[in-house]
């Protein structure tokens, strides 16, 4: 079984405040994740699903827990917020698996902390059930994110516009460190645990530079390129986080707090699903602008850290906020690019390739997943023809493509293969997982757990799950995704 081990713990005691979890009357398993179990090196095969859910309840402590609750700030949609911290979410400990690596086990929805402000510190079955499905399926497809290591029931009610069955998610981590974390040290000018934060940061995250005397500049680096990285990869895949706080950006460069998210069915420049976000600050284009205006932040505090805040580490780190802009744009081309099968250097006209491509799918609202997928069958033969043939508009795209993909001396099926493995058949579309919700509250997790197996592998045909891979029926398609929590 898993020994807990506590590095963030050992911190100073304001980096977090030490809380049992609540007790709850009945809890009862739901989903226990053994792959992911056992690549953290734990062996629970002898344990029952009652055991299972005592421990993932915080009923029973694993050996060497010592839970706490993270304290950190930040920005929310846009105003700052001097003290958040994890509301409703308890640090159990962390786990080092086979090869090393160090993840933090957290369970969420466990009970108030000093955290929780006007909140009850628990979750409904709904929001655990889409994160569950949600995190999962962007690991397999291949994107850095926390994960899930189990559901579990709480066997109460939680009280919200109705009153719903609660549930607590267990959530694993490369840590739980945020650009909030960051602010909430630098907006009460403890400069002292700041740089402890810092020096911890790089030493879990980027040891490599550990010893540049540019540290600061370095890690800022760092976690520029993992935010571009995963960012242009939920853009790539039509991903809208929903809510790109600060608070809720990982310095790990790790996809972290699923609320309102949602893939794309049809494809909107300006989708959003989240009904709190009545500004449209985290639509599906803006992501991109929100991603380096949360590393702004992280800036503002680093540069505290150079004899407070000398003018020309400032320059150098707008320098560096400049760049990774750049960066944003050539990255998200690139994944566009090779979307669409074009797989050599970039070229003057392939940016325009890709504009001409995403103005055709939203003017004829066609949908984003299935679209790559059937122009894929467009490389070798005309079997995806009957998908697109609506107007002459696909024919100037098409003529243009073709010429392009064509130039690269690449075999046909070359480029089939490459485009598919970068464009999945399947996501968790939002349909869907609203049908596993409403399954849920009625008791049935069938479907949660059927669509977990479909999510496991997105990017290959899987006939009898056809079902998961279409886009809505009009009276399907959800229009608001409600935080939940
Ligand atoms: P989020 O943006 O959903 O990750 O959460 C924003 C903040 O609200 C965090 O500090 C959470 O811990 C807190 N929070 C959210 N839901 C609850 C709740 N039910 N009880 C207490 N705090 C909560
Ligand atoms: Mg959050």
């Avoid at 993270?70 to 949609?77: E, N, P, R, S």
């Avoid at 500004?279 to 702004?296: E, G, H, P, V």
Wanted: hydrophobic share 40%; with cysteine; aromatic share 10%.
């Amino acid at each position: 079984m898993f020994k807990l081990d506590n590095t963030y713990a050992r911190l100073p005691q304001e980096f977090y405040a030490r809380v049992a979890p609540a007790k709850i009357p009945k809890p009862e398993l739901i989903k226990w994740n053994t792959d992911l179990a056992r690549r953290l090196g734990a062996q629970t095969e002898s344990l029952t699903d009652n055991e299972l859910a005592q421990i993932f309840t915080g009923q029973k402590l694993l050996p060497g827990s010592e839970p706490i609750a993270l304290v950190y700030a930040g920005h929310q949609f846009g105003h700052f917020v001097h003290r958040l911290g994890d509301g409703r979410a308890l640090l159990l400990g962390e786990v080092v698996d086979p090869s090393g690596q160090r993840y933090d086990m957290q369970l969420k929805g466990s009970g108030r902390t000093p955290f929780s402000r006007s909140g009850d510190g628990k979750a409904p079955l709904g929001p655990v059930l889409r994160e569950y499905l949600v995190s999962e399926a962007l690991h397999h497809l291949g994107l850095p994110t926390t994960r899930s290591l189990a559901a579990v029931k709480t066997g109460e009610m939680v009280y919200r516009e109705n009153a719903l069955p609660g549930a607590i998610l267990t959530r694993v981590a490369s840590s739980h460190i945020r650009v909030g974390t960051f602010e909430y040290f630098a907006a009460r000018q403890d400069l002292e645990n700041l740089k402890r934060l810092k020096e911890y940061s790089i030493q879990r995250h980027y040891p490599e530079i550990q010893n540049d005397s540019e540290a600061y500049l370095q890690f800022f680096r760092k976690v520029g390129y993992a935010q571009v990285e995963l960012v242009t990869a939920w853009m790539a895949l039509g991903f809208i986080h929903g809510v790109m706080n600060t608070d809720n950006m990982s310095i790990a460069g790790e996809a972290i707090d699923y609320g309102p998210c949602a893939f794309m069915d049809q494809f909107r420049f300006n989708q959003v699903f989240s009904s709190i976000d009545q500004f449209a600050r985290y639509s599906y284009s803006n992501q991109a602008r929100i991603t380096i205006w949360n590393l702004s932040r992280l800036g503002n505090c680093l540069v505290l850290l150079t004899n407070h805040g000398s003018r020309e580490a400032t320059e150098t780190l707008n320098e560096e906020l400049e760049s990774f802009g750049v960066l944003f744009e050539q990255k998200l081309a690139s994944r566009m690019l090779k979307k669409l099968g074009v797989l050599n250097d970039e070229q003057p006209q392939d940016r325009d390739l890709v504009g001409k491509w995403l103005h055709y799918l939203e003017t004829q609202q066609l949908d984003y997943t299935l679209s790559f997928r059937n122009l894929a069958n467009l490389v070798e033969n005309d079997a995806g023809f009957n998908f697109f043939e609506k107007t002459g508009a696909f024919q100037d795209f098409y003529r243009l493509w073709q010429q392009r993909i064509k130039n690269q001396n690449l075999e046909t099926r070359a480029i089939k293969e490459q485009m598919n493995s970068v464009n999945p058949v399947f996501i968790p579309r939002n349909h869907k997982i609203e049908q596993v919700i409403e399954a849920g509250l009625r008791g049935d997790f069938s479907l949660f757990h059927e669509m977990n197996e479909v999510l496991k592998k997105p990017y290959e045909e899987q006939e009898q799950f056809s079902s998961y891979k279409l886009a809505p029926r009009p009276e399907q398609v959800v229009q608001a995704t409600f935080c939940g929590t």
